[in-house]
């Protein structure tokens, strides 16, 4: 009589195709067949039976039935009856349906189902990175410091301050926007802030409009009169002449320079 009943209870354990047996074996004895997976993350769905391909099929509890899967090479779910202890092992799943006595969990996602009671969290909004203000170059005497630096632009540079006696009759934001639009040949030529003097008490305000340009002794002095020369057409709407006076002091910061007097006669 016993030996009937190991042979029923061994009938019942080896259920479904030739795979079974070898689950089967693998759950009794927990040898891991070759190529296992050791680790995996599986999506539950309680009251849930699959449908797909079955790779295997035995009667084990559920907790045994994930292990099994988990160290099954190939199986990508399984679902677990508590009403008679089968344990389907899938290696591909189609589908699922709602199942009251059944458990099931799956590697993937399963789509057109609805979520697992796990489902991983839903991607929080990438907050885009505000872009750096970057903050513009230190204002010296009307010069950006960062112009000291123009890669691949031979020319040296040469700075321009325009200075306006009140009352002279000219656009200087006008001018200024001119010959920093205009590309010379001799010198990179950097206007600076526009100055404004009282004609009273600033001699240079009772002479003639006219630009004056300097090199300091360390620069090539004939920059100096060939910027002018290009400066012409940019200072003769304005009635402003032009000369080259010579060398700056040497304890002058600029090699190149070009005073603009803005004034009426």
Same mark, same amino acid.
Request: aromatic letters at 10%; charged letters at 15%; a negative charge.
């Given at each position: 009589m016993f030996a009937h009943f190991?042979?029923?209870? &061994?009938?019942? =354990?080896?259920? +479904? /195709? !030739?795979?079974?047996? =070898? /689950? /089967?074996? *693998?759950? &009794? *004895? $927990? #040898?891991?067949?070759?190529? !296992?997976?050791?680790? /995996? *993350?599986?999506?539950?769905?309680?009251?849930t039976a699959l449908n797909g391909i079955v790779s295997a099929q035995v009667i084990a509890p559920l907790q045994a039935c994930r292990s099994l899967c988990t160290s099954r090479s190939g199986c990508v779910g399984f679902d677990h009856s508590s009403e008679d202890g089968i344990c389907r092992l899938l290696a591909a799943v189609s589908s699922a349906g709602e199942s009251r006595v059944s458990t099931a969990a799956t590697r993937n996602l399963i789509i057109g189902y609805r979520p697992p009671s796990n489902a991983p969290a839903a991607p929080s909004a990438v907050q885009p990175k505000p872009a750096v203000a970057r903050a513009e170059p230190p204002d010296i005497s009307g010069r950006k410091v960062s112009y000291r630096s123009i890669p $691949?632009?031979?020319?040296?540079?040469g700075w321009v301050y325009i200075n306006v006696c009140r009352g002279a009759p000219v656009d200087a934001d006008s001018l200024r926007s001119s010959i920093n639009g205009y590309v010379f040949e001799s010198l990179r030529l950097i206007p600076g802030r526009i100055e404004q003097f009282d004609r009273n008490t600033t001699p240079q305000c009772a002479l003639v409009p006219k630009a004056v340009g300097y090199a300091s002794p360390s620069a090539e002095e004939w920059r100096i009169g060939a910027v002018l020369e290009e400066m012409r057409p940019l200072l003769r709407p304005a009635g402003v002449g032009t000369r080259a006076? $010579? &060398? =700056?002091?040497?304890? +002058?910061?600029?090699?190149?320079? #070009?005073?603009?007097?803005?004034s009426h006669e």
């Open positions: 190991f042979r029923c209870g &061994l009938r019942e =354990l080896l259920l +479904g /195709a !030739a795979g079974s047996s =070898l /689950a /089967a074996l *693998v759950l &009794l *004895v $927990g #040898i891991q067949p070759i190529g !296992a997976q050791t680790t /995996a *993350v599986f999506f539950d769905y309680p009251g $691949g632009d031979p020319r040296p540079i006076d $010579g &060398l =700056l002091p040497m304890q +002058g910061s600029d090699r190149y320079r #070009i005073d603009i007097w803005l």
